[in-house]
């Protein structure tokens, strides 16, 4: 009886360790399931500045990504500026609902609308970890990096570039200090060959210690990597070598319309146009080249530091089942459209960024694709969280472009730099409509009373958008059909912080 009743009593003991071991078996393959999310970004990074796009250029790590994942041909920023733009990416809100519409005020970390991206991923439990620019436009907490290394903009718990690489980031202020507010001086964009190490500047600083981190990390938790750099953004002192790879006498450069005058109706007079009209119209045709081979040189250092991220990671064994993105935060005019340098502005070559999606945990049918639905900055937040397996927060806008049956009419941009007007776009793959209206709080509330002018682009036609069609009766009906896609779009914007406004944004911005 003793040795039945020990038999009966090891088989159940031994059924239950059997099914603990499952259950465990499943928790842990569960956990190694969720991907590795690796986020790459940089500053004003042209969408045609890559290689795939345009051959010229030299970014042979991005080009890798895009030849085996999916690159959005038709994607577009939300705002065409730093501050707004990357804070409507971040929480997944239009610029509109989250009151940050300039380079001024963002928002507190009291006020804020929905989780950030960080915060959502640790959240869920991966392990977070933040190197370079978010430029969130307030001093703030971490928002959800446990690691966080940042050369500019504070951040509470992050550690700088200042405090840890002092003389460092002195003899990069002392290389720069002649490029002007935001280093977007002429002569920041003309820029040089920078005499510094790499670790001198910021994005170099900056990729050492990622690249520190990924070969010293133990944490078994899936990782939500964010590396961000602040160039192409001028000011363009390149690290020697990466001019190298072009040949400054084939450098081509902006082509100027048959204009006496800036013809730019929803921009005009914004973006210190006098200084870089004074100046460009002017200079020689050595520093046109110059300005743009610095920049495309620029470019190529940051794929190079990136491809050198990407290697580590491999190594690391944290891209065996990863997902990658790779996006900027708006466009560079580069001297298009009668000297128009930098953003603000709703011309493509400010609104249109590159966005690529790429890494082992792709489906397949993705791999090697161009998709030109029309991509937003929004669609970043849903589209990383619905990869990782992680729900949603409700309040986000975005749509999956991991889902080919989620789409929109048109993408939609917005500009906010004058006191009395807004101006939005919406544009298709063949068609661009932007409309000024006479400011109002709230977004949602606007009619088509309230429109004051607009322009309107034949995009196949005129891709470089030199031929203003708005008054043109032959686009009636596609222009009235995009106006209501437009109004029905703003009728959703309302503002979710109601402590941010536009006075306030304008009150604190006036003098900067």
Known sequence: MITKAY????FLLLGILLLLSACSSKVETKTKERPNIIFLMDDQHRWDALGVEKSVVVTPNLDELAKNGVRFTEAVCQAPMCIASRNSMMFGL?????????????????????????????????????????????TCNTRGFETRYAAEVFEEGAIMMKD??????????????????????????????????EQDHRDGWVTEKCLEYIKGREDERPLFLYLSFLKPHAGHNVPEGFEDSYNLDETKYAEQPPWEKDNSPHAEGVNRREMYEGFWKDASEEQWKEMTMRYYANCTWIDDMFGRTLKALEEKGLLENSIIIYVSDHGEMLGERYYRFNKYCLYDASVRVPIIISGSALPIEWKGKEDTRPAELVDVYPTLLKAAGIQVPEKAVGINLLNKEQTREASFCALHERE???????????????????????????????????????????????????EDKTIEMIKAEMTDIMMAKLATMACMVPEMNLEQHFELTRDK
Not at 7 to 10: A, G, M
Not at 97 to 116: A, C, H, S
């Open 94 to 138: 239009y610029a509109n609902q989250t009151g940050v519409l300039r380079n001024g005020r963002g928002i507190p970390d009291d006020k804020l609308p929905i989780p950030p991206l960080a915060q959502v991923f640790a959240n869920a439990g991966y392990e977070t970890a933040g190197f370079g620019k978010t430029h969130w436009g307030v």
């Open 7 to 10: 038999r009966i009593l090891t």
């Open 420 to 470: 009395d007007e807004a101006s939005f776009m919406v544009r298709t793959e063949n068609h661009k409509l932007i409309l000024c209206f006479t400011r109002k709080e709230n977004a949602s509330t606007y009619t088509k009373a309230d429109i004051i002018g607009g322009e309107f682009y034949d995009l196949r036609n005129d891709p470089k958008e030199w031929s203003n069609l708005y």
């Open 164 to 197: 840890l690489n002092p003389e460092a980031k002195q003899r990069y202020l002392d290389e720069t200090i002649g490029y002007g507010p935001g280093e977007e001086d002429p002569s920041g964009y003309i820029g040089e060959t920078s005499k510094l190490p």
